[in-house]
């Protein structure tokens, strides 16, 4: 059973285009986060979602918006994707966010490439 | 000045060798410290925490210095399995992870 699932796993678009990313857990984890890893394979956080509600939202483009329908999947639209929007995504869940700082759980992570 | 610094390496060594780096942080208010693992082209993975005490989990050895604001990884009696990048992640603001850029390793047989 996969414990974070991200779809689609390959995404290969032209500039300008919309595109969503979907993520789900099956861990019961509260919080879900986004992150976006470079090609330096610097991974930084954009988003994170506890219970449904936006705790996380660092200074990222308005073109990205996530939502989070219910506490097991955390969403990514981007619109007008532009070229350095190229990236890997990876969604990420834990069980409790906060200064515990819990375990985080990798999705496989979802490679957009913007032609 | 980065949250999270670490030695990108690479680090090359041979099977049964002991490689050791560190990582250094800025926020002095930091609560939890990890060593997570990515290989490539494959999503980071919890490898172990870091507890003030220091701590070892078979191979692996975390230590965590909160005066000098680092943590280091010592991987003892390396195998070609342990080839990986090796990311210091620090727990600075509520729910926020930093992670640092990575330190690769490649053990070679």
């Known amino acids: 059973d996969t414990a974070v699932s991200q779809t689609p796993k390959y995404l290969v678009t032209q500039m300008g285009n919309d595109k969503s990313i979907k993520c789900e857990q099956n861990?019961?984890?509260?919080?879900m986060y986004w992150y976006k890893q470079d090609s330096k394979k610097f991974l930084k956080i954009m988003f994170s979602?506890?219970?449904?509600?936006?705790?996380i939202n660092e200074t990222v483009p308005n073109r990205f918006s996530p939502k989070s329908p219910d506490k097991a999947h955390l969403n990514l639209h981007i619109n007008s994707l532009e070229l350095g929007d190229s990236a890997v995504y990876f969604c990420a869940s834990s069980r409790l966010g906060g200064r515990g700082g819990n375990e985080q759980f990798f999705g496989p992570g979802t490679r957009l490439t913007v032609l | 000045r980065k949250e999270v610094e670490q030695d990108p390496g690479p680090f090359n060594v041979p099977e049964g060798a002991t490689v050791a780096f560190n990582c250094t942080y800025s926020?002095?208010?930091?609560?939890?410290f990890f060593w997570y693992r990515q290989d490539c082209r494959k999503e980071p993975k919890l490898l172990m925490s870091v507890y003030s005490s220091g701590n070892e989990d078979g191979r692996f050895t975390a230590q965590l210095n909160r005066a000098s604001q680092y943590i280091s990884l010592l991987i003892r009696d390396s195998k070609l399995s342990d080839s990986a990048t090796y990311l210091c992640v620090v727990n600075g603001d509520d729910y926020k992870l930093s992670f640092g850029a990575g330190t690769t390793v490649t053990v070679r047989a």
């Open positions: 861990l019961g984890h509260d919080t």
């Open positions: 926020n002095s208010a930091s609560q939890s």
């Open positions: 979602y506890n219970n449904k509600e936006l705790i």
